[in-house]
């Protein structure tokens, strides 16, 4: 009955993958997978080992190993139910079973047929292992958001090129900015040595690249146009920024952060409002910050928030999507838990 079932669906064009009781995931080739993973919503997942991932994966992908002993854990902690799902691995075989899992789970699932092979036949491979989310504007265009790691991100814009708190090293990660673009615009939020580099804004600036930051950075750079909070300026006719209030409130971590001096920002890039928080706590002025499609909450103890008070932050702001970052050895896995029922995407990637 199941083989007649198959053929009748094959017949009909239906790529479905019935898996019993689990629930039914589809197959994709190659130009089908290639158009639905350029969809904004869509969860990308390599599910090879890391040293497979490492050697070339689809741009865009996350991995998690599905023959780790922890996989259904990770990818619980790493997705969102709520938007469909791609995965893929070598030749079709263990994304199989990745697909079924996750399928037993809730997910809409969508497996590559042949795997990274067929893929290559048709279509390039990266070996770059910085994860990339995508989002529309309200003009249209893309919005490319880098996680490089820690507080560093970059955001790709229309062929602009964007860099927020870029740093070289942080213990054994590194980020080799030589081999990225030159920034259009820099945004530093303040001089602690996780987000200010001054050798790596010089090897990302060139003539036309602008510094913006606060006084005490604009100071040990040499250069840099100045924001303090609550200024407001129009960059481009494509880019806006505003700098609000970063820093400490609670007893005994106040010395960190000091109010007034550091910057968190929010850009609006034709019209998608982002907001980068910096250091801070769930501050009151955070109720003024509003119509946020993306935020990069802060979440290392003791310096700034506990995962408790990032959820708290997040339902003051409520951000479309929600970045945690700057996690460290911070366990960020319950934060999609905390804020389940509250409407916002909340998406883990690697910013310890």
């Not at 995931?25 to 869509?42: H, M, P, S, Y």
């Amino acid at each position: 009955m199941k083989k007649a079932l198959t053929f009748i669906m094959a017949l009909l064009g239906l790529n479905v993958h019935t898996a019993c009781s689990q629930g039914a995931f589809e197959n994709a080739k190659v130009n089908e997978f290639a158009t639905l993973i350029e969809q904004e919503d869509v969860q990308l997942v390599d599910v090879r080992t890391p040293a497979e991932f490492a050697e070339g994966h689809i741009a865009g992908a996350v991995n998690i190993d599905v023959k780790a002993s922890d996989f259904k854990e990770k990818a619980l902690a790493t997705l969102d139910k709520a938007r469909p799902v791609a995965v893929y691995c070598r030749s079709g075989r263990r994304s199989v079973d990745a697909a079924n899992v996750l399928t037993k789970e809730g997910f809409r699932v969508t497996n590559l047929l042949g795997g990274i092979n067929a893929w290559k036949e048709e279509r390039p491979v990266t070996t770059d292992t910085t994860e990339t989310d995508r989002f529309k504007t309200p003009g249209g265009k893309t919005v490319e958001a880098h996680a490089l790691m820690h507080a560093c991100v970059r955001i790709v814009f229309d062929g602009h090129e964007i860099q927020v708190d870029p740093v070289r090293q942080l213990g054994q990660r590194t980020v080799d900015y030589s081999t990225m673009p030159k920034a259009d615009y820099i945004f530093v939020t303040h001089e602690h040595g996780d987000h200010y580099d001054k050798e790596a804004i010089n090897i990302l600036s060139n003539g036309n690249t602008q510094l913006i930051t606060n006084k005490r950075c604009a100071d040990m750079a040499g250069f840099g146009t100045i924001m303090a909070n609550g200024d407001k300026k129009e960059l481009e006719t494509w880019l806006k920024v505003e700098a609000v209030p970063a820093y400490n409130t609670t007893e005994g971590r106040t010395q960190f952060h000091p109010k007034g001096r550091d910057n968190g920002y929010v850009l609006t890039l034709d019209g998608l409002r982002i907001y980068f928080a910096g250091d801070t706590e769930d501050i009151p002025e955070m109720a003024e910050i509003k119509d946020i499609d993306i935020a990069f909450l802060p979440c290392n103890q003791p310096y700034t928030m506990t995962v408790e008070q990032v959820a708290r932050a997040a339902r003051i702001i409520k951000p479309k999507v929600l970045f945690p970052y700057h996690y460290g050895n911070t366990d960020v896995s319950s934060l999609p838990a905390l804020l389940k029922g509250d409407g916002i995407d909340v998406r883990i990637r690697h910013y310890e």
